[in-house]
């Protein structure tokens, strides 16, 4: 959309320095930009994504497949999934600007997507495909780059994909005024979708080098208020959302971790993880997750969920071993098997004698928390 000029400064044949326009090099085919984007995903600009905090992208599929329907009949294909930081799904569809898609029909195509990775993607397959192209070291990768607990992290993603929180951006060599009008409009009327399109303008530059220049369009100052409110929940959306038993148990359940310093609360998009602070010992681990808190507006419904399994949870960063995790969790008789981990519906069934079974229980969680990760230092000391 931009024409403006590029210059670089050289010498020239007096010795003085001088401006030399830069010439635009436009990309040849569609894959050439593809590649590039996936080689170098700081090319699409997390700073100018509407958003506080800069996001961080890690891709997670090139030429994603997307059913099109529930017996898989026909298989759709994103050009790429990435995610950020907060867990958002972001679709990016490449589209050359000579490509008259990119104006007629790109804008459908990438919403088509949208719709069917959430009515076709089950909670899982996310990380499935992250631990598909990252292996064995996926969780790590999680923590280095986004300074996230794995498994808080992949429920953060699971519930953004649920409420069909995404981004969808639109990556093309040219953006043309029609498109950046209609991706303008279509942004400034979602709430929980982001939709903008990338510019991404090469020119060459001296000794058969390239010179690359992102710009995103589309982000508006009444698309961001509208982005800023669909944020995370807080505690006052979390309580009002439950019910009668569900309010009297989280209620006590927040008032008590406020009055324990040691306990960290954290809102997620439905949700909260409640964790034990480590700081003050010395350990590798700062924080260890003890739970997990849903409404009934969420996916795992009203409930509460342990945070033993995956590399991130307490199983993971202390000595907590299987067999005393069942046996605390059976003895209140409120849990079922989740996965790894076990889960306590807070339904019509929950009673106050089973709420104080389940206060004292988080209790029991703490305390195992702060004299298990006593473990390893003593373990250095001896």
């Known amino acids: 959309m931009s024409q403006d000029q590029i210059f670089w400064i050289r010498p020239n044949e007096a010795g003085r320095k001088a401006l030399a326009p830069l010439q635009l090099d436009n990309f040849k085919d569609e894959v050439n930009l593809q590649k590039l984007i996936e080689e170098h995903p700081q090319l699409i600009p997390g700073d100018q994504m509407g958003e506080a905090e800069t996001r961080k992208w890690l891709p997670v599929c090139r030429e994603l497949p997307i059913p099109d329907s529930e017996n898989h009949a026909r298989t759709l294909s994103a050009d790429h999934l990435?995610?950020?930081?907060?867990?958002?799904?972001?679709?990016?569809?490449?589209?050359?600007?000579?490509?008259?898609?990119?104006?007629?029909?790109?804008?459908?195509?990438?919403?088509?997507?949208?719709?069917?990775?959430?009515?076709?993607?089950?909670?899982?397959?996310?990380?499935?495909?992250?631990?598909?192209?990252?292996?064995e070291g996926s969780d790590i990768l999680i923590h280095e780059h986004f300074d996230r607990d794995p498994d808080?992290?992949?429920?953060?993603?699971?519930?953004?994909?649920?409420?069909?929180?995404?981004?969808?951006?639109?990556?093309a060599d040219e953006i043309s005024p029609q498109l950046h009008r209609i991706v303008e409009f279509l942004n400034e009327q979602m709430r929980d979708v982001t939709f903008l399109a990338v510019e991404i303008r090469r020119y060459k530059g001296p000794e058969e080098s390239h010179i690359l220049v992102p710009q995103v369009f589309g982000m508006t100052a009444r698309a961001?208020?509208?982005?800023?409110?669909?944020?995370?929940?807080?505690?006052?959306?979390?309580?009002?959302?439950?019910?009668?038993?569900?309010?009297?148990?989280?209620?006590?359940?927040?008032?008590?971790?406020?009055?324990?310093q040691e306990l960290s609360i954290n809102w997620g998009t439905k949700g909260f993880s409640l964790s034990l602070i480590l700081d003050a010992l010395d350990t590798n681990t700062k924080a260890l997750p003890l739970c997990y808190g849903y409404p009934p507006t969420s996916s795992y419904q009203q409930s509460l969920y342990t945070a033993?399994?995956?590399?991130?949870?307490?199983?993971?960063?202390?000595?907590?071993?299987?067999q005393e995790r069942r046996a605390l969790v059976e003895e209140t008789g409120l849990f079922q098997p989740a996965g790894k981990d076990w889960k306590c519906m807070i339904d019509q069934h929950f009673t106050p004698a089973n709420e104080e079974r389940l206060l004292t229980f988080i209790d029991?969680?703490?305390?195992?928390?702060?004299?298990?990760?006593?473990?390893?230092?003593?373990?250095?000391?001896?």
Do not use: C
Request: net charge positive.
């Open 152 to 171: 808080t992290y992949w429920r953060d993603v699971d519930d953004n994909l649920n409420a069909g929180r995404m981004r969808l951006l639109v990556v």
């Open 364 to 382: 029991h969680l703490i305390k195992t928390g702060e004299e298990a990760s006593l473990k390893p230092k003593h373990k250095e000391s001896s």
């Open 224 to 260: 961001v208020v509208k982005k800023v409110a669909a944020g995370k929940t807080t505690r006052d959306e979390f309580l009002a959302a439950l019910t009668e038993n569900g309010h009297s148990f989280f209620k006590k359940l927040l008032e008590r971790a406020d009055q324990r």
């Open 308 to 322: 033993f399994g995956g590399r991130g949870g307490m199983a993971g960063k202390v000595i907590f071993p299987e």
């Open 82 to 135: 990435f995610l950020d930081q907060d867990g958002i799904p972001t679709l990016i569809e490449d589209k050359l600007g000579k490509n008259l898609e990119v104006r007629r029909k790109v804008v459908a195509q990438i919403l088509d997507y949208a719709a069917h990775v959430r009515a076709f993607f089950s909670r899982g397959t996310l990380r499935d495909l992250f631990a598909k192209k990252y292996g």
